[in-house]
């Protein structure tokens, strides 16, 4: 299926919607990586909204990327409560450990304040992060991106 046909796909599942706008744009961004200008310009279209409202939403959301990013991602919560339990001492080992093969974004709450420090790939969470479990999640994943790039690469 063509790009434009799977957003076509997504704009149809949430048109019917009331405040279609934020749903759409996360399908969007996980099924292609990132909203981009053409994208934005068919969502306005197809909502009936000026291409500034949406670009006004997309530049606004931390969630939403304009390029995409071919690296994995780890969130890594860094609100009050995650603060509280030690999150930025981890910070220079993850950032070590990611190097400039894995994101390493900062979110504000995942919601798990009691078991912090926290971490989200995906729609995984993690929880009670230390320096080595935080390393390791980060290895994995870049190990993991890896092994797809190898196997992208290999002839059919």
């Known amino acids: ?27 969007v961004q996980r099924a292609f990586g990132c909203v981009s200008a053409q994208a934005q310009q ?5 909502l009936g909204l000026s291409r500034a409202e949406v670009y006004g939403v997309v530049s606004f959301y931390h969630d939403f990327t304009q390029t995409p990013d071919p690296r994995p991602c780890v969130e890594l919560c860094r609100a009050e409560a995650c603060q509280a339990r030690g999150v930025e001492a981890l910070v220079s080992a993850a950032q070590t450990a990611a190097g400039d093969r894995v994101k390493l974004a900062t ?18 969470l993690h929880a009670r992060l230390d320096a080595a479990r935080l390393a390791a999640l980060v290895e994995a994943l870049e190990a993991k991106a890896g092994a797809r790039l190898l196997l992208a690469m290999m002839p059919a």
């Open 1 to 27: 299926m063509d790009k434009a046909a799977r957003l076509g796909e997504i704009i149809a599942v949430h048109a019917g919607r009331e405040g279609p706008l934020l749903p759409i744009l996360h399908d």
């Open 42 to 46: 068919v969502i306005a279209k197809a």
């Open 107 to 124: 979110v504000y709450c995942l919601g798990l304040c009691s078991v912090g420090p926290t971490a989200r790939v995906g729609d995984t």
